[in-house]
C-alpha cells in the first residue's frame, strides 16, 4: 500500500477511508496469543447450546461444560458462611435480621469497618484492604507452621491471574538474545503462554514426567535452562503445585531441589499454588514453597526471590465470579517492590467483594462460633465428593483401552492420555487442525461433552491428550466418563 510523504494512505475502500485497526496494524503479540482453555472449542461449545435452545436436535440434550475449573457453574453449593457474611456486607439492612448467626454479623461489621464509607462500594487502597492483608498474613504463619509473613509483603489481586501477570511484567525485558525467559511447565496452564505471548517474553519449556505421574525432575530444568540460555535470558521459574492441567502434588524433596537449582541459576522463582486446598491422594502433601524455602534456613532464606500464589477461585469455595487472591512476595528488592504497588495503582484497586471473600476464607468461623459446624460439614463434603471424583475419573479412563490417565492427586483436573490411529491424524492434517483438537471437536459435536485438547497445554511430540475437570456432579460424572470412553473406542474403529 502506497504511503505519501506525509504518511498518510492513499487507500481509499469505496470511498471508505481503511481502518486505523487492522489485523495488520494491531498490536503483534496479542494476535499470537492462545488461551485453550476459552478458544475455538469454547465458542462451538457455546454455539451449540444456542442451537440446541433454538430447537435443533443434536444427538444429545445438553453440552457439559467439563472444559473450566468452575464449581459453581458445574453445580457446586456456595458455602453459606461465606454467602451469608457477603449478603451483610453488600445490604447492611441486613444486619437487623433476625436470620443471620451472630458471628456472621460481627464479621461483616469488621469488613465495613476497614472498607472506606463502611461501604464495598468503596475504592480500597490498591495493595488491597489492610486489615485484610493483615487476616492474610495470619493464614499463612498458621499454615506455614508458625513462620511469619508480613502484610507489606502481601499484595490482593483480581484472582491469582493478574497477581502473576503484575509479577511477570515486572520481570520482562531486554531485546535479542537479552530478551527474558520463562521456564513453565510443560502441559502448561494456559495463562503462561499467552501472557508471556502478551509481554513479548520467551516461553522455555521443562517436560512434566509423564511416566512418573507427572512429576518435576531438575535435570529436566537443567536442560531447558541451557538450551534457552542460547537465544534468551532466563530469569524466571514457574512451578504450577498442586499441577493444573496434570494434578501432581510435589514432594517436599522435590520442592527442596527446585529451590536449590533456583538460587543456583539466580531465577525468580514463581510459586502458582492456587490448588492448595485440594490434595486427595493417600500420602499426598501440600508444601509451601514459602515454608520449604524458610525451613531450608540462609542462604536459600535471606536472599532467593519468591512471589506465591492463592485465589479464591478454587479450593472448596469455587468463588471464581468475585475474582480474589492473593501474592506474597519474599525477600523482593524493596525499590522493586514499591515499582509494583504504583503497576497496581493504575487499576485501582481489586474488586472490594472478592477482598472480603478472600477475608472469609483465610479467617474462617472458630470452632466456638455459631457458623462453625456448617461450615466444617460443607467445606469437608465438597473436598471428600472431589476426592472421590478424582478416583473416579482415573478408574474409569484407565478401565478404557486406548486411554491412560495418571492419578489425580490434587487440583480439579485429569489429563489423560489418548491413543489416535494414524488415519485420524493424517485427517486431522488435512483439516489443518491439531489431532488432539480433531479428537474434541467430534467429541463434542456428537456427545456434547466439551473438553479441551492437550496441544492448548502443550505435550510431549507425538503424543495426545485433552484436560477434563473432575467438577461435574456425581451423577453427571460417571456417565459422562463412561460416554467419553465409549466415544474414543467408536473413534479409533472408524479411523483404524
Keep these: 500500500m502506497a504511503l505519501r510523504a506525509g504518511g498518510h494512505s492513499q487507500a481509499t475502500m469505496n470511498g471508505l477511508k481503511e481502518k486505523v485497526l487492522t489485523l495488520e496494524t494491531m498490536n503483534p503479540c496479542v494476535r499470537r496469543l492462545e488461551y485453550a482453555v476459552r478458544g475455538p472449542i469454547v465458542l462451538r461449545a457455546q454455539e451449540l447450546e444456542q442451537e440446541l435452545h433454538q430447537g435443533v436436535k443434536k444427538?444429545?440434550?445438553?453440552?457439559?461444560?467439563?472444559?473450566?475449573?468452575?464449581?459453581?457453574?458445574?453445580?457446586?453449593?456456595?458455602?453459606?458462611?461465606?454467602?451469608?457474611?457477603?449478603?451483610?456486607?453488600?445490604?447492611?439492612?441486613?444486619?437487623?435480621?433476625?436470620?443471620?448467626?451472630?458471628?456472621?454479623?460481627?464479621r461483616a461489621k469488621h469488613i465495613l469497618q476497614a472498607c472506606k464509607g463502611h461501604s464495598l462500594g468503596a475504592?480500597?487502597?490498591?495493595?488491597?484492604?489492610g486489615m485484610i492483608r493483615e487476616d492474610v498474613a495470619r493464614y499463612i504463619e498458621r499454615r506455614d507452621g508458625g513462620i511469619p509473613a508480613?502484610?507489606?509483603?502481601?499484595?490482593?489481586?483480581?484472582?491469582?491471574?493478574?497477581?502473576i501477570m503484575t509479577v511477570l511484567k515486572l520481570l520482562v525485558t531486554g531485546e535479542g538474545r537479552q530478551r527474558t525467559g520463562v521456564l513453565i511447565p510443560i502441559p502448561?496452564?494456559?495463562?503462561?503462554?499467552?501472557?508471556?505471548?502478551?509481554?513479548?517474553?520467551?516461553?522455555?519449556?521443562?517436560?512434566?514426567?509423564?511416566?512418573?505421574?507427572?512429576?518435576?525432575?531438575?535435570?529436566?530444568?537443567?536442560?531447558?535452562?541451557?538450551?534457552?540460555?542460547?537465544?534468551?535470558?532466563?530469569?524466571?521459574?514457574?512451578?504450577?503445585?498442586?499441577?493444573?492441567?496434570t494434578g501432581q502434588v510435589q514432594t517436599r524433596e522435590c520442592i527442596e531441589a527446585v529451590i536449590r537449582f533456583a538460587f543456583e541459576e539466580r531465577l525468580f522463582l514463581l510459586a502458582?499454588?492456587?490448588?492448595?486446598?485440594?490434595?486427595?491422594?493417600?500420602?499426598?502433601?501440600?508444601?509451601?514453597?514459602?515454608?520449604?524455602?524458610?525451613?531450608?534456613?540462609?542462604?536459600?532464606?535471606?536472599?532467593?526471590?519468591?512471589?506465591?500464589?492463592?485465589?479464591?477461585?478454587?479450593?472448596?469455595?469455587?468463588?471464581?465470579?468475585?475474582?480474589?487472591?492473593?501474592?506474597?512476595?519474599?525477600?523482593?528488592?524493596?525499590?522493586?517492590?514499591?515499582?509494583?504497588?504504583?503497576?497496581?495503582?493504575?487499576?485501582?484497586?481489586?474488586?472490594?467483594?472478592?477482598?472480603?471473600?478472600?477475608?472469609?476464607?483465610?479467617?474462617?468461623?472458630?470452632?466456638?462460633?455459631?457458623?462453625?459446624?456448617?461450615?466444617?460439614?460443607e467445606r469437608q463434603a465438597v473436598l471428600a465428593e472431589l476426592a472421590a471424583k478424582a478416583k473416579l475419573t482415573e478408574q474409569v479412563f484407565n478401565e478404557a483401552p486406548?486411554?491412560?490417565?495418571?492419578?489425580?492427586?490434587?487440583?480439579?483436573?485429569?489429563?489423560?492420555?489418548?491413543?489416535?490411529?494414524?488415519?485420524a491424524v493424517q485427517r486431522a492434517k488435512e483439516l489443518d487442525l491439531a489431532p488432539d483438537m480433531f479428537f474434541c471437536m467430534r467429541l463434542l459435536e456428537e456427545t456434547g461433552i466439551c473438553v479441551v485438547p492437550g496441544s492448548g497445554f502443550g505435550q510431549r511430540e507425538g503424543t495426545y491428550h485433552f484436560r477434563m475437570t473432575i467438577l461435574p456432579p456425581m451423577e453427571k460424572l460417571r456417565p459422562l466418563l463412561e460416554k467419553l470412553s465409549q466415544f474414543h473406542a467408536k473413534f479409533t474403529r472408524e479411523y483404524s
Design 59 to 106: 444427538p444429545f440434550t445438553e453440552v457439559i461444560h467439563a472444559n473450566v475449573g468452575d464449581a459453581h457453574a458445574m453445580g457446586q453449593r456456595p458455602i453459606t458462611f461465606l454467602r451469608q457474611v457477603l449478603a451483610l456486607c453488600v445490604h447492611p439492612d441486613l444486619l437487623n435480621s433476625p436470620d443471620f448467626p451472630e458471628d456472621t454479623k460481627r
Design 123 to 129: 475504592y480500597s487502597v490498591s495493595s488491597g484492604i
Design 150 to 163: 508480613d502484610p507489606s509483603n502481601i499484595f490482593l489481586s483480581t484472582g491469582a491471574s493478574d497477581a
Design 188 to 245: 502448561q496452564y494456559p495463562l503462561y503462554s499467552a501472557a508471556l505471548a502478551e509481554f513479548n517474553a520467551v516461553q522455555v519449556d521443562y517436560y512434566l514426567d509423564e511416566e512418573r505421574s507427572w512429576a518435576l525432575d531438575v535435570s529436566e530444568l537443567r536442560r531447558a535452562l541451557h538450551q534457552a540460555q542460547e537465544h534468551c535470558n532466563p530469569r524466571a521459574l514457574c512451578i504450577i503445585n498442586p499441577g493444573n492441567p
Design 272 to 377: 502458582d499454588e492456587v490448588y492448595q486446598d485440594n490434595v486427595y491422594a493417600e500420602g499426598s502433601q501440600f508444601h509451601s514453597f514459602k515454608k520449604v524455602l524458610m525451613e531450608m534456613g540462609p542462604p536459600y532464606a535471606t536472599q532467593q526471590e519468591l512471589a506465591s500464589f492463592h485465589s479464591i477461585s478454587k479450593g472448596y469455595m469455587g468463588e471464581c465470579g468475585f475474582r480474589g487472591g492473593y501474592v506474597e512476595v519474599v525477600n523482593m528488592d524493596p525499590a522493586v517492590q514499591q515499582q509494583m504497588l504504583k503497576l497496581m495503582s493504575v487499576r485501582l484497586c481489586p474488586p472490594v467483594p472478592g477482598q472480603a471473600v478472600l477475608d472469609m476464607v483465610v479467617s474462617p468461623p472458630a470452632p466456638s462460633d455459631p457458623s462453625f459446624p456448617q461450615y466444617q460439614e
Design 402 to 423: 486406548g486411554i491412560s490417565c495418571n492419578p489425580v492427586q490434587g487440583a480439579m483436573y485429569s489429563f489423560p492420555r489418548v491413543e489416535l490411529p494414524p488415519r
